[in-house]
């Protein structure tokens, strides 16, 4: 089955320690995008990335970095330099630049930073 | 970026239908408006979608006002598995063929037995 795929669904680091989350699809889908989201809150955008090796900052990149090496992948590393990182981080892909279409969403990460 | 406002929390019967409201007043002409609903701690489970047109699929209607100021998104017969929190979300175009998705703070909507 199709699909965009979060790993793992629950993450405990401790402060001070960088971490990567996974985040693949299988949907040929040209967009990946990251989120955050705090408790009660909606979801804020960290990265975007249209196609391979290009991504772009959302409205709360600072901390966290991104790459897109392959079209199926886009992992987002959590470093030291996050001041709040325990959060909900949601992936989500869209299938085309230009079209009429949505965006599909992954099962979430919950990490917690100790 | 075009913002969103909805109220933070309704309750509806089970079986009646839920209306749920949007306001997006600095929504831009090309800028489509989402709907997206979350049940705790999964991700977003897309609706519907509409650009002016008013729309229906097997899940909800999505109503645009004429200005395109607002909107109302209709589950017209609500069940119990329709609890959730509900966004209405703004697609602002940020050049080069891309889109980012603009979440509001949603609506938490509780269907009572």
Request: aromatic share 12%; net charge positive.
């Amino acid at each position: 089955d199709g699909g965009i795929t979060q790993s793992p669904k629950y993450l405990f680091r401790k402060e001070g320690q960088n971490v990567t989350l996974s985040c693949e699809q299988n949907l040929n889908h040209d967009a990946m995008y990251w989120y955050r989201q705090d408790p009660g809150q909606g979801l804020r955008l960290i990265y975007y990335s249209q196609i391979v090796n290009d991504f772009q900052k959302g409205d709360i990149a600072e901390g966290y970095s991104v790459s897109r090496e392959k079209k199926e992948s886009f992992p987002l590393t959590v470093t030291s330099a996050q001041k709040n990182p325990t959060a909900f981080y949601l992936c989500a892909s869209n299938p085309d630049r230009g079209r009429n279409t949505e965006a599909f969403f992954g099962q979430g990460t919950r990490l917690t930073v100790v | 970026d075009a913002k969103t406002t909805q109220p933070p929390s309704m309750d509806c019967a089970e079986g009646r239908a839920a209306n749920l409201p949007c306001n997006h007043s600095t929504i831009s002409g090309n800028e489509y408006v989402y709907w997206y609903r979350q049940i705790h701690s999964q991700g977003p489970q897309y609706i519907i979608h509409g650009l002016k047109n008013n729309e229906t699929n097997e899940m909800a209607s999505l109503i645009i006002t004429e200005d395109r100021k607002s909107s109302t998104l209709i589950l017209p017969h609500a069940t119990l598995r329709d609890t959730a929190v509900y966004y209405c979300i703004v697609r602002v175009w940020v050049g080069s063929g891309t889109y980012k998705y603009i979440f509001g703070t949603g609506t938490r909507l509780k269907v009572l037995a």
